[in-house]
């Protein structure tokens, strides 16, 4: 029943265009987590380490951090995506002159 209404028109993604998608997903999120590890460690903990484990200050640097980083991050996804819908909504055949 799927073929019937699924899809109108739109091909199905290859095996090998979901792993290459599935890569890419992988790449974004390990580079997000290395921006977020960079960043938080530098604002976060000393150079030079006194201890084995994090004090309290520093895990509560590093919570605040990682939450204003994800925040931040969400802000900015939200403002793209609706930038996209409202480049796709106002129509202009595709051209990419709406913002000129």
């Given at each position: 029943?799927?073929?019937?209404?699924?899809?109108?028109?739109?091909?199905?993604?290859?095996?090998?265009e979901?792993?290459?998608?599935?890569?890419q997903?992988?790449?974004?999120?390990?580079?997000?987590?290395?921006?977020?590890?960079?960043a938080?460690?530098?604002?976060?903990?000393?150079?030079?380490?006194?201890?084995?484990?994090?004090?309290?200050?520093?895990?509560?640097c590093?919570?605040?951090?990682?939450?204003?980083?994800?925040?931040?991050?969400m802000?900015?996804?939200?403002?793209?995506?609706?930038?996209?819908?409202?480049k796709?909504?106002?129509?202009?055949?595709?051209?990419?002159?709406?913002?000129?």
């Amino acid at each position: 029943m799927s073929s019937m209404f699924g899809g109108f028109g739109r091909p199905q993604p290859s095996s090998a265009e979901k792993i290459a998608a599935a890569e890419q997903e992988m790449d974004l999120v390990t580079d997000m987590f290395n921006k977020l590890s960079q960043a938080c460690m530098k604002k976060c903990i000393p150079r030079e380490y006194r201890e084995g484990e994090l004090n309290k200050g520093e895990g509560v640097c590093i919570d605040r951090c990682a939450s204003k980083f994800f925040d931040v991050q969400m802000k900015v996804s939200e403002l793209l995506q609706a930038e996209a819908a409202a480049k796709g909504a106002g129509g202009g055949g595709g051209l990419g002159f709406g913002g000129m």
